[in-house]
Every structure is written in structure tokens, then in C-alpha cells.
């Protein structure tokens, strides 16, 4: 992550990745659902998480 926060195309593909397959493996279709899911990547994201198998591990341990 930049120091302003901000994600690069790399990253970006990441936490799409991320998302994308969590929602998959819960099967997770509706906008509201994969949109409180995506918050939960930023969030990671934000706190310094940005590695693929780091976020999914975070994921589904909740953490948040």
C-alpha cells in the first residue's frame, strides 16, 4: 500500500481476488452481501493485510 493509502493496479487485483473468491466459496451473490464483504477487504487492506493468502486467512477467521 502507498503512504497515502492508496492501492496500485497490482493490489487492486489482489483484494478483487480476494473478494471475489471468498464470496464464491460462501456463495455469496447479493450486491449488500459482497459489499459488506468488500469492506472487510478495505479494511484488512488498510491495516496492512495486502497478501492474497493473508486476507483469506483473515477472512475467514472474521477478522476485522
Known sequence: MSACGVADS???DILTKAL???CE???IA???GRERIAIRVMTLF?????DL??????????SV
Open 10 to 12: 497490482a493490489e487492486l
Open 20 to 22: 471475489n473468491d471468498y
Open 25 to 27: 466459496r460462501h456463495h
Open 30 to 32: 447479493d450486491k449488500d
Open 46 to 50: 488498510s491495516r496492512g493485510v495486502s
Open 53 to 62: 493468502v493473508q486476507l483469506s486467512v483473515e477472512l475467514e477467521r472474521g
